[in-house]
């Protein structure tokens, strides 16, 4: 019993890979579209949020576990699973929390300029503090894979993306709170800025997660400056704690079950092949003379 319930939370936790990629992707290939629409970049942002909070949460049927079966585990690891099923939880409400802040944000900016920029500062807290939160669950995730496989890799690349639409977010607020910031060309909609440059400035996050750069933000601005850097440094930082903990996995080399099966990593190459097999058969280790 306590096997199938790992098995299941590892198929849970590859579904919200999945589906955590695929809305980034589609994303990222409408951001020319969203162009036209810029109030839908906040419907993206909680979209993305939402994505790895339902599929990994227990507002989901089939993610509702069942308590009692922590209790035939042993006890760390029913320790564990509790804490997993406690982390859902604050998930989901961190996630209401934004949806509730975001529209009153929206909504501030429409009709009460001075009270939105007042909101900005709540408004990058919270979303700071769930993107990140997702963020870290999805690296602790990542670590405990037992073997390299193509869903490790899907989740990798959703973390990755998922740090430049926190950055997209934290630049939208910051542009309510310092305009000057930003060195930004006319939106050509009748909404306000923190609405119309939304694509653009989730555009500027990309170019400094990648260390390209953007012309949007100001040269020599303290504010634009503290940003790209802390997107820049947090991207670099993902990559090279992935890499550390990716390397040490062992792969899935023509073994399906080798993931249903995390105590037994899968072989070598050269241990699959009968040449391999046949030279490590001839080696033998020799004992030196003295």
Do not use: C
């Not at 036209?36 to 906040?42: C, F, G, M």
């Not at 982390?87 to 989901?92: A, D, E, G, T």
């Not at 750069?213 to 820049?232: D, K």
């Amino acid at each position: 019993m306590t096997m199938d319930l790992v098995s299941r939370l590892l198929q849970q936790r590859h579904a919200l890979y999945r589906g955590l990629l695929a809305v980034e992707v589609l994303a990222l290939v409408g951001l020319r579209g969203l162009q036209q629409a810029p109030r839908l970049v906040s419907v993206v942002y909680l979209v993305i949020s939402a994505v790895a909070v339902l599929t990994d949460s227990p507002l989901l049927r089939k993610n509702r576990l069942d308590p009692s079966a922590t209790q035939a585990m042993p006890s760390a690891l029913g320790r564990r699973v509790q804490r997993v099923l406690l982390r859902r939880q604050r998930l989901v409400s961190f996630w209401i929390l934004a949806l509730a802040v975001e529209l009153l944000w929206q909504a501030a900016l429409e009709f009460n300029p001075g009270l939105a920029v007042q909101l900005s500062v709540l408004h990058l807290v919270v979303w700071l503090s769930l993107m990140l939160g997702v963020l870290w669950s999805l690296v602790k995730a990542l670590a405990e894979e037992p073997v390299f496989n193509g869903d490790l890799l899907m989740g990798a690349a959703a973390g990755y993306l998922l740090v430049g639409f926190t950055g997209g977010i934290v630049l939208n607020s910051l542009l309510v709170l310092d305009p000057a910031a930003f060195n930004l060309p006319a939106h050509g909609h009748t909404l306000p800025d923190g609405i119309g440059h939304a694509p653009a400035l989730l555009g500027a996050a990309f170019a400094s997660l990648t260390t390209i750069g953007s012309p949007v933000l100001t040269t020599g601005n303290l504010t634009s400056l503290t940003a790209s850097v802390g997107i820049t440094i947090v991207g670099q930082l993902y990559v090279a704690i992935l890499i550390a903990g990716v390397l040490g996995k062992p792969r899935v080399l023509g073994n399906p079950k080798a993931v249903d099966t995390p105590s037994q990593p899968a072989a070598a190459p050269e241990a699959e092949h009968p040449r391999g097999q046949r030279a490590a058969a001839r080696i033998r280790l020799v004992r030196p003379r003295r």
